[in-house]
């Protein structure tokens, strides 16, 4: 696992001694809490040799593969989610990446990230605390080899240790995973630099009012959902935590194309199929609208103040 040094040349607009400590703690939660689980993992990654049996076998140890395809070699992975269909509806309408600092939040195993790598941005910081998603980064990088690919343990709640930082975020898929979507939208535009772009893609549902939906328990049986917003609200809120240059880029419904059980992802996991009625498409099992999935850019006013520690 890295350690910070490669922050260290930003100055001030890092508050590494926060991070530091708090990759420390998230390195005494691996040691307690997961070290029999993944220790040999990691241990095992940096001598695995393309094509071998032990790196096949790596590989399934790591299941289930939420995100993907991976090709390594002669090893497909079909991952639960064809991540491959998201990334070419909006990669056209990226900003160019090359030279540039990304950051990647709720980045799962990497897949977007190893996509960004192909512009050759100076750096790519990946930020999701679940140790399953590290191995499985470990596991691909340790093939493709980015040195500019950084994955950290860290949430969404630990993006005001930087500032006016980052180029270009992502954030895909995460914003209905936490509480207070507006603070999470204000973290990401005071880690932008002054005229940086978010790129935002997230679940919301059908309807032309500025409205949303806050389900009473589960949504698609995730308990850790909380507002589910319209487009139109969706841009409201963009709008009002700050952003300029609003722009919807997709607007699109999953199938089972995208998201379905795989060698990869089997039962006992579930997918798409588990979650919607099984008599009315257009809901999930809990009788709620079914997820539409929004893409939306837009830009940090280019006046805004640096903020730094």
């Known amino acids: 696992m890295d350690n910070l040094e490669y922050l260290e040349k930003f100055g001030n607009r890092v508050d590494i001694e926060s991070l530091r400590e708090l990759k420390k703690a998230k390195l005494h939660e691996f040691r307690t809490k997961y070290q029999k689980e993944y220790k040999a993992i990691f241990d095992r990654i940096p001598s695995l040799k393309l094509n071998s049996t032990e790196t096949i076998e790596t590989a399934k140890e790591l299941i289930p593969w939420r995100k993907g395809p991976f090709q390594i070699g002669e090893l497909d992975i079909d991952a639960e989610w064809r991540s491959d269909k998201k990334w070419e509806r909006l990669k056209e309408s990226l900003p160019d990446l090359k030279d540039k600092v990304v950051l990647d939040v709720g980045c799962n195993n990497g897949y977007y990230m190893f996509e960004m790598a192909k512009q ?99 949504y698609s049986k995730m ?21 300029i240059d609003i722009e919807v880029v997709s607007v699109s419904t999953t199938n089972f194309e995208e998201q379905r059980k795989t060698p990869w992802c089997p039962p006992p996991h579930q997918s798409l199929e588990d979650f919607l009625d099984d008599n009315d498409k257009s809901k999930t099992v809990e009788g709620y609208p079914a997820p539409v999935r929004f893409c939306i850019k837009a830009k940090k006013k280019p006046t805004s103040p640096i903020k730094t520690f």
């Not at 993006?159 to 895909?172: A, K, Q, T």
């Not at 999470?184 to 772009?197: F, K, M, N, Y």
């Open 120 to 218: 050759d941005p100076k750096l790519v910081i990946g930020i999701d605390p679940v140790m399953h998603n590290q191995a499985q980064f470990d596991f691909i990088n340790h093939f493709k080899g980015h040195d500019n690919l950084k994955f950290e343990l860290f949430g969404i709640e630990d993006l005001p240790n930087f500032r006016s930082f980052y180029d270009v975020i992502f954030s895909m898929g995460v914003l209905y995973h936490h509480r207070h979507p507006l603070e999470q939208l204000i973290s990401i535009r005071e880690a932008l630099v002054p005229g940086g772009e978010m790129i935002m893609e997230t679940i919301g549902i059908p309807g032309e009012d500025s409205t949303c939906l806050f389900p009473e328990d589960r």
């Open 223 to 243: 308990r850790n959902v909380w507002f589910l917003p319209t487009l139109t609200c969706l841009k409201n809120w963009i709008n009002r935590t700050g952003f």
